[in-house]
């Protein structure tokens, strides 16, 4: 949904094509352009999370609304004023860092989001329940079927 509302056709499209005219390629967002951008300002992300995430939000609620059954909604930051239990999935900053730069990731690119974000103690303690994922993929298969079971 984060990225749909940046599409041509998207709810944000207009007011963050506006604020940013040089992330415009071809009449699309560039989107790692972008990142470059508000990740190195943490004055500029909050501007573009105040064009996004009103939009984000009212789609999730809006794609939810009705169903009755349990839903994961993969949300990036902390503050939603979405009042569901979180569900934080854990591992140490190493790990998260190494992974990413395995995904390709460039590193100064890696530094600058890391340090706009939460770090790792603020999430653990926004956590209604932490989901270890300092192991395999088969070993964090096998912890969330299990919450997913008590669920």
């Known amino acids: 949904m984060g990225h749909r509302v940046l599409e041509p056709a998207g709810e944000a499209f207009g007011a963050v094509a506006e604020r940013w005219p040089d992330v415009l390629r071809d009449g699309v967002i560039d989107r790692g352009r972008l990142a470059g951008i508000v990740f190195a300002d943490p004055g500029q992300l909050r501007e573009l999370e105040s064009l996004t ?7 999730i609620r809006d794609e939810l609304e009705g169903f009755d059954g349990l839903a994961v ?3 990036p930051i902390i503050e939603t004023g979405l009042f569901w239990p979180r569900m934080v999935v854990d591992a140490p900053d190493e790990i998260r860092f190494e992974r990413a730069l395995e995904r390709g990731m460039d590193t100064e690119d890696l ?15 926004s956590a209604d329940l932490v989901i270890p994922n300092d192991g395999t993929v088969e ?13």
């Open 53 to 59: 995430h009103p939009h984000i939000f009212g789609m």
């Open 73 to 75: 909604v993969e949300v």
């Open 139 to 151: 070993e964090l298969t096998e912890t969330v079927a299990g919450v997913v079971d008590q669920l």
């Open 111 to 125: 530094r600058a989001r890391m340090a706009s974000q939460p770090n790792r103690a603020q999430w653990l303690a």
